[in-house]
């Protein structure tokens, strides 16, 4: 079998040196193959997928790698599924890009072959956040659009995510089509290029300012608490990517007048050299802006990962040390804020609704409850809550919603998760509290646990990577199907949700009934006391993630310290029983 592997390695190779690429990739190729056969082989094992989400992978030469032939063939494809599906129209598309190394000749490359399709291309002029790409699509009416990303991820990644006619990430049937589509690209002599460049037009500062007045239009809830805390110290990084152009313009637009932006991280660099990995969900990643906080003796500390669209917040505590908050966290912060001031303002009448994904805080659940607001659970990626928006139009309103990993959305008239607004959101809310209650956000989400219990998430991720680690993966989550948990921290577990086979089964009674969402590889358990477990690989890095939701009353805030170390101690307990540490 390895020896079959290495020939269809080899053979698709020696195609690389054969075909019609450029001399610089064919001369990595040749390097790779007389110095590097496991690199070889990780390079060309098999074909970068064009996934539900799109491409992510690792930049470099081959198959299995981001580059302008992988690039070419993902754009080609999408390109003739957008003719067939708006056959008779001038097909319009937008294409951005983030802060990674090659991310413009990506984009440079995805805009020309779409103008080389003969689609009429807004291209933006240099990096943006993904939102604003999602903005876009829908302020300009156009079919389609791609933004060249891998988020989050390490430096040697990038990635490709398409967009539908509504700014969201392509959902069913399309990315299924799409991904046909892609697959009958079987040579770049099928990839058009280099025509057409006419098809061209350059989106600049004047579309940022429709963005910005649009975030601010939708979404403000409090002017008069900003004017009065409009110089309440904040800080801000990006982490090296592409907030840098949007956050503190977003920030001002709202009022706030006394900004810090962390110097060394408003360089724009593909490398992240100040950090290990640009993701705001790491508290080492936010140690820099976290310092220049207690310098400045700031009341927030915010992040954006390098395409903008994930927050991190950090907030001082009693000791006036800063916290940095889960995902789940600021979530509840964030929507809890939006209910409050809609209620405030008599702006609900039963018609609003709220979404959340199946493996964040139900928290969320329970706050809408409060506000008689309806609360949809969807699966994990914000194009599923997209698509809750879309189902929705004319029937009823969407007031906010996200996941546990950063992401946060206010208003719709963007489609994906979008930090930008969600900054502007959550400083708007700390002068807001400060002002009504002379609380900080800090203060205000422990008054949050005491009216609605403290809910406690954590998140263990275990990496497996290259081609031995993707059927390691895969064989946990049939070992767990198989061998569900029978207890977790001493509680019975009496439900177990498989979202694969979308059947719930109550272990108590035996009852199977069925799921109303789309199939996902997710195992959900819950114990007979409420904690609630779930598992599923992760659709864009090669990690198995475990989420753990617990919950308990916290009868006063005095009390925080001592139910947050039982809560902690709980989940290090289900960890332990699932072998995980």
């Given at each position: 079998?390895?020896?079959?592997?290495?020939?269809?390695?080899?053979?698709?190779?020696?195609?690389?040196?054969?075909?019609?690429?450029?001399?610089?990739?064919?001369?990595?190729?040749?390097?790779?193959?007389?110095?590097?056969?496991?690199?070889?082989?990780?390079?060309?094992?098999?074909?970068?997928?064009?996934?539900?989400?799109?491409?992510?992978?690792?930049m470099?030469?081959?198959?299995?790698?981001?580059?302008?032939?992988?690039?070419?063939?993902?754009?080609q494809?999408?390109?003739?599924?957008?003719?067939?599906?708006?056959?008779?129209?001038?097909?319009?598309?937008?294409?951005a890009?983030?802060?990674?190394?090659?991310?413009?000749?990506?984009?440079?490359?995805?805009?020309?072959?779409?103008?080389?399709?003969?689609?009429?291309?807004?291209?933006?002029?240099s990096?943006?956040?993904?939102?604003?790409?999602?903005?876009?699509?829908?302020?300009?009416?156009?079919?389609?659009?791609?933004?060249?990303?891998?988020?989050?991820?390490?430096?040697?990644?990038?990635?490709?995510?398409?967009?539908?006619t509504?700014g969201?990430?392509?959902?069913?049937?399309?990315?299924?089509?799409?991904?046909?589509?892609?697959?009958?690209?079987t040579?770049?002599?099928?990839?058009?290029?280099?025509?057409?460049?006419?098809?061209?037009?350059?989106?600049?500062?004047?579309?940022?300012?429709l963005?910005?007045?649009?975030?601010?239009?939708?979404?403000?809830?409090?002017?008069?608490?900003?004017?009065?805390?409009?110089?309440?110290?904040?800080?801000?990084?990006?982490?090296?990517?592409?907030?840098?152009?949007?956050?503190?313009?977003?920030?001002?637009?709202?009022?706030?007048?006394?900004?810090?932006?962390?110097?060394e991280?408003?360089?724009?660099?593909?490398?992240?050299?100040?950090?290990?990995?640009?993701?705001?969900?790491?508290?080492?990643?936010?140690?820099?802006?976290?310092?220049?906080?207690?310098?400045?003796?700031?009341?927030?500390?915010?992040?954006?990962?390098p395409?903008?669209?994930?927050?991190?917040v950090?907030?001082?505590?009693?000791?006036?040390?800063?916290?940095?908050?889960?995902?789940?966290q600021?979530?509840?912060?964030?929507?809890?804020?939006?209910?409050?001031?809609?209620?405030?303002?008599?702006e609900?009448?039963?018609?609003?609704?709220?979404?959340?994904?199946?493996?964040?805080?139900?928290?969320?659940?329970?706050v809408?409850?409060?506000f008689?607001?309806?609360?949809?659970?969807?699966?994990?990626?914000?194009?599923?809550?997209?698509?809750?928006?879309?189902?929705n139009?004319?029937?009823?309103?969407?007031?906010?919603?996200?996941?546990?990993?950063f992401?946060?959305?206010?208003?719709?008239?963007?489609?994906?998760?979008?930090?930008?607004?969600?900054?502007?959101?959550?400083?708007?809310?700390?002068?807001?509290?400060?002002?009504?209650?002379g609380?900080?956000l800090?203060?205000?989400?422990?008054?949050?646990?005491?009216?609605?219990?403290?809910?406690?998430?954590?998140?263990?991720?275990?990496?497996?990577?290259?081609?031995?680690?993707?059927?390691?993966?895969?064989?946990?989550?049939?070992?767990?199907r198989e061998?569900?948990?029978?207890?977790?921290?001493?509680?019975?577990?009496?439900?177990?949700?498989?979202?694969?086979?979308?059947?719930?089964?109550?272990?108590?009674?035996?009852?199977?009934?069925?799921?109303?969402?789309?199939?996902?590889?997710?195992l959900?358990?819950?114990?007979?006391?409420?904690?609630?477990?779930?598992?599923?690989?992760?659709?864009?890095?090669?990690?198995?993630?475990?989420?753990?939701?617990?919950?308990?009353?916290?009868?006063?805030v005095?009390?925080?310290?001592?139910?947050?170390?039982?809560?902690?101690?709980?989940?290090?307990?289900?960890?332990?029983?699932?072998?995980?540490?």
């Open positions: 079998m390895a020896n079959e592997l290495d020939q269809i390695v080899l053979s698709k190779a020696q195609q690389w040196l054969d075909g019609d690429y450029d001399e610089a990739t064919k001369q990595q190729v040749k390097c790779l193959m007389d110095n590097d056969i496991k690199e070889l082989t990780e390079s060309f094992y098999k074909d970068l997928e064009f996934g539900t989400g799109g491409l992510r992978g690792i470099g030469v081959g198959t299995n790698r981001m580059n302008i032939y992988t690039v070419g063939t993902a754009t494809g999408l390109a003739n599924y957008l003719k067939k599906n708006f056959a008779g129209e001038k097909v319009k598309v937008a294409v890009h983030d802060s990674r190394n090659n991310s413009r000749m990506f984009a440079e490359r995805v805009a020309d072959i779409f103008a080389s399709n003969d689609f009429e291309v807004y291209l933006f002029d990096l943006r956040p993904t939102p604003e790409m999602s903005f876009a699509i829908r302020e300009l009416k156009l079919h389609s659009g791609v933004v060249i990303t891998a988020s989050h991820n390490p430096k040697e990644y990038n990635g490709y995510k398409a967009y539908w509504d969201s990430q392509v959902t069913s049937p399309h990315d299924v089509n799409i991904i046909e589509e892609v697959a009958k690209i040579d770049n002599s099928q990839v058009l290029t280099g025509q057409h460049a006419e098809n061209i037009n350059i989106l600049g500062e004047e579309f940022d300012k963005y910005l007045e649009r975030i601010k239009k939708d979404i403000q809830l409090s002017p008069e608490s900003v004017a009065k805390f409009h110089d309440m110290k904040i800080v801000y990084t990006p982490l090296h990517g592409a907030g840098v152009r949007l956050v503190p313009e977003s920030l001002k637009n709202f009022g706030f007048t006394n900004v810090y932006v962390v110097p991280q408003a360089v724009i660099d593909g490398n992240f050299p100040t950090v290990e990995s640009p993701n705001p969900e790491e508290r080492k990643t936010m140690a820099m802006a976290m310092e220049l906080g207690r310098e400045q003796n700031a009341d927030l500390v915010l992040a954006t990962d395409d903008s669209d994930r927050i991190g950090a907030l001082r505590n009693g000791a006036g040390e800063y916290v940095l908050l889960n995902g789940n600021t979530l509840a912060l964030l929507l809890s804020y939006q209910l409050t001031r809609w209620a405030e303002r008599g609900l009448d039963g018609n609003q609704y709220v979404v959340k994904t199946i493996v964040t805080s139900t928290m969320a659940n329970t809408a409850e409060h008689g607001v309806k609360c949809y659970d969807c699966l994990t990626g914000f194009k599923y809550i997209a698509k809750i928006i879309r189902e139009e004319g029937k009823a309103k969407y007031i906010g919603g996200g996941e546990e990993s992401g946060y959305l206010a208003g719709d008239y963007v489609r994906d998760k979008d930090a930008v607004s969600a900054c502007a959101l959550a400083a708007e809310a700390a002068a807001w509290a400060k002002d009504t209650m609380l900080t800090y203060e205000w989400l422990q008054e949050l646990y005491v009216k609605y219990g403290f809910f406690r998430e954590s998140l263990v991720s275990v990496v497996r990577k290259g081609k031995e680690g993707a059927e390691e993966i895969q064989k946990m989550m049939v070992d767990f061998n569900p948990p029978k207890a977790l921290a001493g509680s019975d577990v009496v439900l177990v949700r498989d979202f694969k086979s979308l059947e719930e089964k109550n272990l108590l009674s035996g009852e199977v009934v069925k799921i109303d969402q789309d199939s996902s590889n997710v959900q358990w819950i114990t007979a006391d409420g904690t609630i477990v779930s598992v599923r690989p992760s659709g864009t890095e090669p990690k198995i993630k475990f989420y753990f939701g617990v919950k308990e009353t916290l009868a006063k005095e009390d925080y310290d001592q139910v947050l170390a039982q809560l902690d101690n709980k989940i290090e307990t289900i960890k332990q029983d699932l072998k995980l540490v």
